[in-house]
């Protein structure tokens, strides 16, 4: 076995290290590059939006479990932090967080029954605040028909 200098071992090492590091570096350019196209061009805000629109949906379903009914429209989601009076079986918070806003500052929409006359409707009018819209401006709506 050849024992290579000293010098050599550590020039080695450390172009390994650069090698590595380029690797890395160059996957986060193109993870930045084509993460749109992954998340079916949706931006990071409408991908955490919709993302908080599953967790407020699964809330609701859980509202519905404990007290048999979804909350009405005068209760809101207000209704999955505060128990509503005289509810029975009520057992929450069922958040634990705050989600009454979309992530660009906007009350997200409620809708007791919802668009079919049945289930509930949650939804975010997107970048503008207001129905409509396409990208960025474009309706996130969740929700149940039961």
């Given amino acids: 076995m050849i024992e290579l200098p000293q010098t ?7 172009f ?4 590595v590091a380029g690797a890395i ?17 949706r931006s990071s805000r409408q991908a955490k939006t919709l993302s908080d ?9 859980q509202f519905r479990v404990d007290c048999g009914r979804y909350p009405h429209q005068r209760e809101g989601l207000q209704a999955l932090y505060v128990k ?3 509810i029975q079986g009520w057992s929450g918070p069922y958040l634990n967080m705050r989600l009454l806003r979309d992530d660009w500052g906007y009350a997200y929409r409620y809708r007791c029954p919802g668009p079919a006359g049945k289930g509930f409707a949650v ?9 409509g819209g396409t990208g ?6 969740v929700g149940s028909d039961e």
């Fill in 123 to 131: 939804t975010s009018y997107g970048a503008d605040g207001a129905p």
């Fill in 8 to 14: 050599i071992q550590i020039r080695t090492r450390g």
């Fill in 25 to 41: 570096l160059l996957s986060g350019f193109a993870a930045a590059y084509f993460m749109p196209t992954i998340l079916g061009g």
């Fill in 84 to 86: 509503p009076a005289g």
């Fill in 136 to 141: 960025e401006r474009a309706d996130l709506t």
């Fill in 16 to 19: 390994v290290v650069t090698v």
């Fill in 53 to 61: 629109l599953a967790t407020l949906s699964n809330a609701i379903d």
